[in-house]
């Protein structure tokens, strides 16, 4: 099935449907929705009240008369429920890592991003957004493992496969539809980020979404797809581990590193400068002593954009 990577609701199977944001840049996050009856579960919220509000009355206009009782959220990035407060009224779920470190993870933690004197290469990925009005709104049922929500007379499967993206990573099968909302263990079209890591979980992440079976895989980010783009990142992650463990041995700098990865291997693939962000998430795992931060990270990142964007790489 090919979903075009345009703004709104779209149909993946009966009474199941993914609300895409079509642009692969930071920050436009994808959500899913599983109807039943006059009952629906939404699989996160998005990054700003703006973006859930267009996505919730998009909703509405596709799906008349549906009541979102549940909302999933797949993990702690703000762009996958800074929105939870337009939908109150419903039963939060996350998984219990996750709803752990949402305290940490509020609008505030965008303020040192934004700030006058931060280096415009990085302010520039948030400028966009506004974040203003935002109450964290928290999941107040949370599990580990996995957890089975009743939407009408349908069954949703929750299962956690975090820490990998990040801590409390969960995807969502719909077996009845063979679709999986996989949240931010994969994104297509571009380099993902391993915020958490081990980098090996991520892989079973994927192998645990394959096994699935599903038709129809929907990402944390860019279009819609398949089981052959969840292989395309389980090749591209092996691949990371493989440069990083290579490159640490020879004592390069993360940053060294990301210059010298194949890009060529994965040219369709947008953000590249991300891939420092995995490389270092490789190292922090072989340095077991959390070195290095995603502070020092994110500015080797925008030196590596300069650098791409310049035509320098080896
Ligand atoms: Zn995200």
Same mark, same amino acid.
């Not at 998009?58 to 703000?78: E, L, M, R, S, Y």
């Not at 210059?259 to 490789?282: C, K, P, Q, Y």
């Not at 077991?288 to 300069?306: A, C, F, I, W, Y």
């Given at each position: 099935?090919?979903?075009?990577?345009?703004?709104?609701?779209? &149909? /993946?199977?009966?009474?199941?449907? =993914?609300?895409?944001? $079509?642009?692969?840049?930071?920050?436009?996050?994808? @959500? +899913?929705? *599983?109807?039943?009856?006059?009952?629906?579960?939404?699989?996160?919220?998005?990054?700003?009240?703006?973006?859930?509000?267009?996505?919730?009355?998009?909703?509405?206009?596709?799906?008349?008369?549906?009541?979102?009782?549940?909302?999933?959220?797949?993990?702690?990035?703000?762009?996958?429920?800074?929105?939870?407060?337009?939908?109150?009224?419903?039963?939060?779920?996350?998984?219990?890592?996750?709803?752990?470190?949402?305290?940490?993870?509020?609008?505030?933690?965008?303020?040192?991003?934004?700030?006058?004197?931060?280096?415009?290469?990085?302010?520039?990925?948030?400028?966009?957004?506004?974040?203003?009005?935002?109450?964290?709104?928290?999941?107040?049922?949370?599990?580990?493992?996995?957890?089975?929500?009743?939407?009408?007379?349908?069954?949703? &499967? /929750?299962?956690?496969?975090?820490? =990998?993206?990040?801590? $409390?990573?969960?995807?969502?099968?719909?077996?009845? @539809? +063979?679709? *999986?909302?996989?949240?931010?263990?994969?994104?297509?079209?571009?380099?993902?980020?391993?915020?958490?890591?081990?980098?090996?979980?991520?892989?079973?992440?994927?192998?645990?979404?394959?096994?699935?079976?599903?038709?129809?895989?929907?990402?944390?980010?860019?279009?819609?797809?398949?089981?052959?783009?969840?292989?395309?990142?389980?090749?591209?992650?092996?691949?990371?581990?493989?440069?990083?463990?290579?490159?640490?041995?020879?004592?390069?700098?993360?940053?060294?590193?990301?210059?010298?990865?194949?890009?060529?291997?994965?040219?369709?693939?947008?953000?590249?400068?991300?891939?420092?962000?995995?490389?270092?998430?490789?190292?922090?795992?072989?340095?077991?002593?959390?070195?290095?931060?995603?502070?020092?990270?994110?500015?080797?990142?925008?030196? /590596?954009?300069?650098?791409?964007? =310049?035509?320098?790489?080896?």
């Amino acid at each position: 099935m090919s979903v075009p990577f345009t703004t709104g609701v779209h &149909r /993946l199977a009966p009474e199941t449907f =993914a609300y895409v944001q $079509g642009s692969r840049a930071t920050g436009y996050s994808n @959500a +899913g929705l *599983v109807c039943s009856g006059e009952e629906a579960l939404l699989v996160d919220t998005l990054y700003t009240l703006d973006q859930t509000r267009q996505m919730l009355s998009a909703i509405t206009k596709a799906v008349p008369a549906t009541d979102i009782c549940w909302v999933v959220n797949t993990h702690q990035d703000g762009d996958h429920w800074w929105g939870n407060q337009l939908v109150g009224d419903a039963l939060i779920v996350s998984s219990t890592a996750a709803a752990r470190r949402m305290r940490e993870a509020g609008p505030e933690t965008m303020e040192p991003f934004l700030a006058a004197d931060t280096d415009p290469r990085l302010r520039a990925y948030l400028e966009a957004f506004d974040f203003s009005g935002i109450t964290p709104t928290y999941p107040t049922i949370t599990f580990t493992g996995e957890m089975e929500l009743t939407v009408g007379s349908r069954t949703v &499967r /929750l299962i956690e496969v975090g820490p =990998a993206h990040t801590e $409390g990573d969960v995807i969502v099968h719909v077996p009845d @539809a +063979g679709v *999986v909302y996989a949240g931010d263990i994969l994104m297509f079209g571009g380099h993902g980020v391993i915020h958490s890591g081990p980098v090996g979980n991520c892989i079973r992440a994927c192998d645990t979404i394959l096994d699935l079976g599903a038709e129809t895989v929907v990402p944390g980010h860019g279009p819609v797809g398949g089981k052959s783009e969840v292989i395309r990142v389980r090749d591209y992650l092996e691949r990371v581990q493989a440069h990083a463990t290579t490159a640490h041995q020879q004592g390069k700098s993360a940053l060294e590193a990301a210059r010298e990865f194949g890009f060529d291997e994965f040219s369709g693939f947008a953000n590249a400068e991300r891939v420092v962000l995995n490389i270092g998430a490789v190292y922090r795992e072989l340095n077991g002593d959390g070195t290095p931060g995603m502070g020092p990270l994110l500015h080797q990142m925008v030196e /590596l954009k300069d650098t791409l964007e =310049a035509g320098e790489t080896a």
